[in-house]
């Protein structure tokens, strides 16, 4: 082992151990960011839920490309609610998100299950499929709402 890997192993660990705040320039961004990307994943969700609950006639390839969107999206918020990030911008996520880390987490990987499962219901072509998956993965955003974010 050359002498140098220990210290490159350390610079490793230490980036790795940045916290999520460093990815934005400011807390503001990062708060505008994870709203964004959660305002977008309303809006494609919303549109395969129109069809889910009948207030839009159902197109498979409408569902499977709203469906390929919502599984990109449901990735981004989290790396957004790092420490320092709690307070400002009109944000409604509650001190738990920060107290309450590992159930934090836990709910947001949840939803990216859910809606991993939504995805591949959504390429069955089937209505039905395509809302059991919705109820699920709407239950699953509902859930973190409840205990992460303000009314
Ligand atoms: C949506 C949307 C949410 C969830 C949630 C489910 O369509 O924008 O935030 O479903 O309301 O209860």
Known sequence: MKKTTPFVLAAL???AALPAAAQFQKAEDAIEYRQGALFMLGQHFGRIGAMANGR??????????????????????WAAFGEGTEKGHNTKAKPE??????KFKAAATKMQEEVAKLNTAARTGSLDQLK???GSTAQSCKACHDDFRAK
């Open 132 to 134: 059991a998956a919705f």
């Open 56 to 77: 839009a006639p159902f197109d498979a390839k409408a569902a499977t490309d709203n469906a390929e969107v919502v599984a990109s999206l449901s990735k981004l918020p």
């Open 97 to 102: 998100v920060w107290k309450e880390q590992d």
């Open 13 to 15: 660990l230490a980036a």
